[in-house]
């Protein structure tokens, strides 16, 4: 099984687990479910799971930084990245942008892509090309709306970290309404 660098970096130092019927990450327990569970679930109170996937995607932002900034001195240069995650971001930060493209691997929610970063203003524009919430709405029907709450949820608390700023995600665009891709605007 391939997992992502990210994973196999937490791996590494006993951080990631899978043990006696239960997934750690970092200590926070994960629940894997259907991505088609997911789309019925962010239907029946949109605004309280936006709210509460955001914030604990801040706090695990916060979490995984804090770790790496243990484990780096440890076990050398490969959780750097992870480390300097804390700092600000800028577009042309390659191994960064790298870095948090692997963070988000790890929800399974599409290839994260950031089209725009303007730090001094804390906005982002990001593209996922083959969300995965999309491509599963579409496989039951196209719809006439965004689908994919869950994933800008989920990006409003890493950039409301990245920017130590409360921010907030709203997609524009969604694969599920025919668009060419999901883009979601960070301000
Ligand atoms: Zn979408």
Redesign the pocket.
């Known amino acids: 099984m391939a997992l992502s660098s990210l994973l196999q970096k937490l791996l590494f130092v006993n951080q990631y687990n899978v043990k006696n019927g239960r997934i750690e990450i970092l200590g926070t327990p994960f629940i894997m479910l259907d991505a088609s569970d997911i789309l019925v679930l962010q239907e029946i109170d949109k605004t309280k799971m936006y709210n509460s996937v955001k914030k604990s995607s801040r706090s695990n932002m916060k979490k995984i930084v804090q770790h790496a900034q243990v484990y780096k001195n440890i076990k050398g240069q490969s959780l750097m990245n992870i480390a300097n995650l804390s700092k600000k971001i800028a577009k042309s930060d390659e191994g960064m942008i790298k870095t948090l493209q692997d963070f988000f691997d790890v929800y399974g929610l599409g290839k994260l892509e950031i089209i725009d970063l303007n730090n001094q203003e804390k906005s982002a524009m990001i593209r ?1 090309e083959k ?1 995965t ?2 491509s599963e ?1 579409l496989k039951i029907k196209k719809t006439g709306k ?3 709450t869950l ?1 800008a949820a989920l990006l409003a608390g890493i950039f409301s970290y990245i920017f130590d700023k409360d921010v907030d995600c709203v ?1 524009k ?5 025919g ?1 060419e ?2 883009d ?1 605007e960070v301000s």
């Open positions: 996922i969300s919430l999309a709405q965004c689908v994919c994933t997609e665009t969604c694969l599920a309404k668009d891709a999901c979601f």
